[in-house]
């Protein structure tokens, strides 16, 4: 599991106040406020239960030199945090592995899907008509990654800018599948957790997910070309 990260925020924010709805009138209102947010984004991105009030509290304790817990205790605390955040994580791992297996072996006999040996799935919806790369090459490509539910984590098209990536440098089912395309062509990728991010996940994927990718396949840069 990704370590929890939250002492460098915490240690900036002694300006935040556990109190009622304020008007942010001032600029270290505003200060704060951002700072409460960054803090609170922080912990939910990292998917950690905590108490608002009592997380505000401390904030505006530290901030007047007071401690209402011993620096064991508070260790003790974190450390409880940890094991109860490392099992949230398996029982997500274990129940996403579950569903993303249910749903692959579905969509396998969905129209048009192919299952290579590995388990990745995929559907040609334009057969291009360009080389295909290998895997020293870099190429240029315009996509759209979601999990199975529809739900969006990453995208070129709302860049507005194609990604430019080594075909070897991704994650073992991108690598496979741009392989399997020619310049011009567009897929739709089903790619198992095995051959994605796994039970580790990331940042807006969780563990064990299955990621769904529309890829469009632009150009291909040969390594020895990007060099110069």
Request: proline share 4%.
């Amino acid at each position: 599991m990704n370590r929890i990260i939250i002492g460098g925020l915490v240690i900036t924010a002694f300006a935040f106040t556990a109190c009622t709805k304020k008007k942010l009138d001032t600029d270290i209102k505003k200060a704060s406020y951002a700072i409460g947010q960054q803090i609170g984004g922080n912990l939910k991105q990292q998917n950690i239960d905590f108490d608002a009030d009592a997380l505000a509290q401390a904030l505006k304790d530290a901030s007047q030199g007071k401690n209402e817990m011993s620096k064991e205790d508070m260790q003790a605390a974190m450390m409880k945090l940890q094991e109860m955040a490392m099992k949230k994580q398996q029982e997500a791992a274990d129940a996403n592995a579950k569903k993303g297996k249910e749903f692959l072996e579905k969509n396998k006999s969905e129209a048009n899907v192919k299952t290579t040996a590995s388990g990745l799935q995929y559907i040609v919806e334009k057969e291009g008509t360009g080389a295909s790369p290998s895997k020293d090459d870099t190429v240029k490509v315009h996509y759209k990654g979601t999990l199975t539910n529809g739900e969006q984590f990453d995208s070129s098209y709302d860049r507005g800018q194609p990604a430019e990536f080594p075909v070897g440098g991704v994650i073992p089912g991108w690598t496979e599948a741009l392989q399997l395309m020619k310049v011009g062509g567009k897929a739709k990728l089903f790619i198992p957790p095995e051959l994605a991010y796994g039970p580790s996940g990331r940042p807006g994927i969780p563990p064990n997910s299955v990621l769904v990718f529309e890829v469009e396949l632009i150009d291909i840069v040969k390594a020895a070309k990007a060099k110069k």
